[in-house]
């Protein structure tokens, strides 16, 4: 369950519980917090564990161009360091940062990795059962690895054909298709998570987890089936928050593993992983002449020119000109 934030004292003493309070109290989402606690821990230690009330602008230029210069980030991630000091300096201990003088991290904008249509075939038919169904959701609704573990029974609408996902990158929620080929196996796929969730419910642990403070407004739904988990995983664990059993849904590393064992099993030689399904998901769309908005949209991106990186993938290498030598 290491994506459920941990209870924090009610009355936190220690700078990083205060940090995450704030955070939560701005109802910034999970990753975003862990995100903020993991560069200030790092501008932290940079500084020999000096208090940050101790330092300024003079310590964050520092430690922004030790990044660059030094660790050779890439401008993003400089870009999410300096966002996680800001939000530090301004928003916790109420201090202004002006006039930040850095070195820039060096912008290389790197085409994403992307299957073929035949590539992305054949890595999900060297699947199967959860796994196959897994990539098959990735590629053919574009989702992330993350989004597609979080799937709840209720999000998936075989009515409409849609699948909804909730509190994606930026906590946002949108609405993407239901692959046609997918339907088969995620009614098996419901039908076996209404046999486990029903073999807990005797078991007397049939409570998932629930976000936000939606257990104490509807109790009864946290042992509803159709809030449980669509990937649940294999054993019951302890909700940090009030140490009861759930079941929570799979790991990243039980389809991240298999999807690069299955690229290795059909001889793909790219730098590929359960994320290139999405990128492979997009490129596809726009090979075959929809409307980049409406990519934008499905994917979940608040700028198009998030968006418009895929058509640096299209006909690359020539622009559709056939070489003299064929």
Known sequence: MDDIPPLLPQNPTKLIDQLRTLIRKQNKAWATEKTYVLWVKRFIRFHKYKHPDTMGEIEIEQFLTHLSIQ????????????????????????????????????????????????????????????????????????LRVSECLRLRVKDVDFGRNEITIRSGKGNKDRITMLPELSVEQLHEQISHVAFVHQNDSRAGHGEVFMPFALARKYPSDAVSLHWQFLFPANNTSLDPRDGRTKRHHRHQSFIQRAVKQAIREVGIHKQANCHTFRHSFATHLLERGYDIR?????????????????????????????????
């Open 71 to 142: 660790r050779h980030c890439t401008p993003s991630t400089q870009a999410t360091a300096l966002n996680a000091l800001i939000f530090l300096y301004k928003r916790f201990l109420k201090r202004e940062v002006i006039d930040l003088n850095y070195t820039p991290a060096k912008r290389n904008r790197r085409v994403p990795v992307v299957f073929s249509s035949q590539e992305a075939k054949a890595v999900i038919d060297q699947l199967n059962g959860e796994k196959q169904l897994m990539a098959m959701l990735m590629y053919g609704a574009g």
């Open 294 to 326: 409406t990519i934008q949209t499905l994917l979940g991106h608040a700028d198009v020119s998030t968006t418009e990186i895929y058509t640096h993938v299209l006909n690359r290498g020539g622009f559709g000109v056939k070489s003299p030598i064929d």
